[in-house]
């Protein structure tokens, strides 16, 4: 295990923790640190204004320190206090996976931090947004019960085999965009992927929906009124760009609805317009509000359907409780209701989240079809037959029986045994020299083994995954790239060894340094280099060195001539240690 656990870890199933990858705490540069103090101080200060009270009282339960990049096992010893944990994982993760996380309670952390050049945001997950935006927010009980009720809804939600194709190349972009010399002709491509897939993804999945409500409340979301919003989202809480810029009359606040879940967003772009909710609670009960719209709790021909079009492993629940878990790939209809089912591929039966004796994989591997709905001419369904019912329709062991369903499927064969629930309600009748008609059509013929046919007159539910997590291996996800680690050059280290000798010179650990010497080596090899000029600012200010202030401020201002685009930050920077020493 590559990783510290603790008892909410713990109850992880397998699937997920092979997600999880160690921190590697060491590998974080004295530059990493300078950027998370840099976004830390200046959002601290801004957001205490801003921000919902949430936010900086969660800074302080949650253990987030401004001066240093969270370490996981000291944040997991705190958040654990208050029922969460968090993990370390590369990058993005795919949507169902990242949300499961939240159903146990845990935050997924992606360990990487942002460059220096993209301090004031990047499309790519990284420490700042999960360790900086969402941990502290998640001390507060109300908006920490809508996110785990988010993570157990959203897993479910079913997706399209687009919506995967699009997941791959936001990841992609993530990656290239945060890689030291990525040529931006490269970023710009897997932009413009990204633009054509996001236009013809066609009909938007339950998947693409929910991601969409994630977005506007969980990523980039505001609390209180229109005319007077907080933030909570933490896409917003950690960029010190997009913090400030959603504030002004140049972004539209919207009244937070359901009609969220159908406006899409731009990952690339500062948000044109934000969802303002009243409070937390309120999140909750739109959440409610769409998963009433899912298939999960809606069911029918439409679920099933649905469960097709993805392509992937999904689950329907029949109206006895009886669980189907498999890939399905065709569904016969009648009157607008299904009448059969089918799957390709290994499938497994279950009740109550729990695999029937005899019904996994292994029973299944070609896959599992049977008929839906009532009897053909018989008021009473087969799952509300008593034992004299059964009887009387000769639905009884050692019978040789023709059933026709409304719709026309026909199954033929000598009943061999019923399986029932704990209610009493048999779920599943097993034949043998069977045969399952539609029409001319054969479903399914004696020579092909025993029959399980599923006892079920509607379609309940149907989501994503499987009902038993152990039926089914789910230790197969393949990263189709990981985050790019650069081979450093003799330059960048010695950049790095300085910001190194500054930060422990200001902790006091090696005062023996000179720091006339650094900013002398940052002029003549590292002239673009604006942080660690302001951090030797702030040491000659504490020290009241008049004129080694001058010295840096002028090479400041050089660095503004030659770059316009990082004086804000150099001014920010600079006003923040103003602040500092008056407090």
């Known amino acids: 295990m590559n990783y510290e656990s603790n008892p909410i870890l713990d109850k992880l199933p397998k699937h997920l923790k092979q997600f999880i990858k160690p921190q590697n705490y060491e590998e974080y540069t004295a530059i990493d640190q300078a950027v998370w103090r840099y976004v830390m101080r200046k959002n601290v200060d801004y957001l205490s204004k801003v921000a919902h009270k ?8 949650t253990g987030i320190s401004i001066d240093h990049i969270p370490n996981m096992y000291g944040m997991n010893r705190i958040l654990k206090e208050i029922g969460w944990a968090a993990v370390a994982v590369d990058g993005f993760i795919p949507p169902s996976a990242f949300m499961e996380f939240q159903a146990y309670n845990v935050l997924v952390i992606a360990s990487d931090i942002r460059q220096l050049e993209n301090i004031e945001y990047t499309p790519a997950p990284d420490i700042i947004h999960e360790g900086a935006g969402h941990a502290p927010i998640i001390a507060n009980p109300e908006y920490a019960e809508y996110l785990r009720r988010f993570g157990e809804i959203g897993c479910k939600a079913i997706s399209s085999a687009k ?112 969802f303002v909710t009243p409070d937390f609670a309120f999140l909750s009960q739109v959440l409610e509000d769409f998963a009433n719209t899912m298939a999960v709790r809606t069911g029918g021909l439409a679920g099933i359907k649905k469960l097709i079009a993805s392509k992937a492993l999904g689950t329907i629940e029949l109206s006895t409780g009886l669980q189907i878990s498999g890939e399905f790939s065709n569904v016969i209809e009648n009157n607008a209701k299904p009448i059969y089912i089918q799957t390709n591929s290994g499938t497994a039966l279950a009740y109550r989240e729990k695999e ?35 009887k009387a329709y000769k639905i009884y062991e050692g019978e040789q029986i023709t059933l026709e369903f409304e719709g026309g499927i026909k199954v033929t064969g000598t009943i061999i045994t019923g399986t029932r629930n704990l209610m009493g309600k048999i779920i599943l009748i097993t034949f043998e020299n069977c045969t399952v008609t539609h029409g001319d059509n054969v479903l399914f013929q004696p020579d092909w083994g025993l029959y399980h046919m599923a006892v079920g007159q509607n379609i309940v539910s149907a989501y994503n995954g499987p009902a038993d997590l152990n039926s089914f291996n789910l230790m197969s996800h393949q990263i189709t790239e990981s ?19 500054v930060r422990e010179f200001r902790e006091g650990t090696n005062t023996t340094i000179s720091r006339n010497k650094v900013l002398k080596a940052l002029k003549k090899d590292h002239p673009k280099d604006w942080l660690l000029p302001v951090e030797l600012y702030e040491l000659a200010k504490q020290d009241n060195n008049r004129a080694f202030q001058k010295e840096i401020m002028e090479h400041l201002e050089h660095i503004k001539q030659d770059n316009p685009k990082v004086g804000h930050l150099i001014d920010d920077g600079l006003q923040l240690l103003d602040t500092a020493l008056v407090s």
């Open 356 to 390: 029937l004796v005899g019904h996994s994989i292994a029973h299944h591997t070609e896959g599992f079809g049977s008929p839906i709905g009532k009897l053909k001419g018989i008021n009473i369904a087969i799952e509300d037959m008593g034992p004299r019912d059964l």
């Open 483 to 501: 985050t790019i680690k650069p081979k450093k050059s003799e330059k960048r280290l010695q950049l790095e060894l300085f910001y190194k000798q």
């Open 54 to 61: 949430s936010y900086v009282d969660g800074l302080k339960k």
């Open 163 to 274: 919506d995967y194709e699009l997941y791959n190349a936001v990841r992609h972009l993530s990656i290239i965009k945060e890689a030291h010399g990525t040529p931006q002709s490269e970023i710009e491509e897997a932009e413009e992927h990204i633009e054509h897939l996001q236009k013809n993804m066609g009909e938007p999945s339950e998947m693409a929906l929910i991601r969409n409500l994630h977005w506007w409340t969980v990523e980039y979301g505001l609390i209180g009124t229109v005319d007077n919003p907080k933030i909570y989202g933490a896409g917003l809480l950690s960029s010190i760009g997009e913090s400030a810029w959603c504030m002004t009359d140049k972004v539209k606040k919207i009244p937070y609805s359901i009609e969220a879940a159908h406006t899409e967003f731009d990952i690339t772009k500062p948000q044109p317009q934000l």
